[in-house]
């Protein structure tokens, strides 16, 4: 059964502070893997598809990477307004376009 | 703006009820994803529709079924509520190759 598990639950980073959240993987053939942004009370914004290992994508502060198990997000220099849940999802090579997402990490980022 | 929209925006009903939830995707998308977000489980796969027919299964329960129509506006059906059925409801859309879903802004459903 594909399963995505992220980590940590809840981060708190200081304005400038850079880190890194995870998502660990397991699915039947990786069509893809997905970082999503979800603020509250919000449906979830696109940021990032994935697709094999090694692949790296950048958008402003926000890098992804992915192995054959995990994917990371990290996050440089963050800003307050970064502060959202960051939603990870893969989707298998079967069953249409079944999407597993994982619980989320809260991130919030203090001035 | 994602360009996809959901109605209604809230909605209260009581238990043993049933409800409908209406969902039209972006301009050209085929896909409709319907989603289950509560406190406790995150963002729940539900269902896909590409261009009128099921093409995904996820945990959705017998109660709970959905369709898509030929203008491409989906509804999800909602039946014998029970409070544990209170949730956000997340439509969301994509194109033929499924890379990157726009999702509306939810449906707050509270089962009294």
């Known amino acids: 059964e594909d399963q995505v598990t992220q980590s940590p639950e809840a981060l708190r980073l200081q304005e400038g502070e850079s880190s890194s959240l995870n998502c660990s993987y397991t699915v039947s053939g990786l069509r893809g893997l997905f970082w999503y942004r979800q603020d509250p009370g919000k449906g979830p914004e696109f940021l990032f598809t994935?697709?094999?290992a090694g692949e790296e994508k950048e958008k402003e502060r926000l890098k992804a990477t992915l192995t054959k198990k995990e994917s990371f997000l990290h996050i440089t220099a963050p800003k307050p307004e970064d502060s959202a849940t960051y939603l990870c999802?893969?989707?298998?090579?079967?069953?249409?376009?079944?999407?597993?997402f994982g619980a989320g990490t809260r991130l919030f980022v203090k001035a | 703006d994602s360009g996809v929209t959901q109605t209604p925006k809230h909605l209260i009903t009581a238990t043993g009820q049933r409800v409908t939830l209406r969902c039209s995707p972006r301009s050209g998308d085929l896909s409709v994803y319907w989603y289950q977000q509560s406190l406790d489980q995150g963002l729940q796969f539900l269902i896909q529709y590409y261009n009128g027919e099921e093409r995904a299964k996820g945990n959705i329960l017998e109660r709970f079924s959905a369709q898509q129509f030929p203008d491409l506006h989906s509804e999800l059906n909602l039946s014998s509520l029970e409070l544990g059925d209170s949730a956000l409801y997340f439509c969301a859309s994509s194109d033929p190759v499924g890379n990157e879903q726009f999702f509306g802004p939810g449906t707050r459903l509270t089962v009294l």
């Open positions: 999802a893969v989707q298998g090579d079967t069953g249409g376009f079944k999407t597993i």
């Open positions: 994935l697709y094999s």
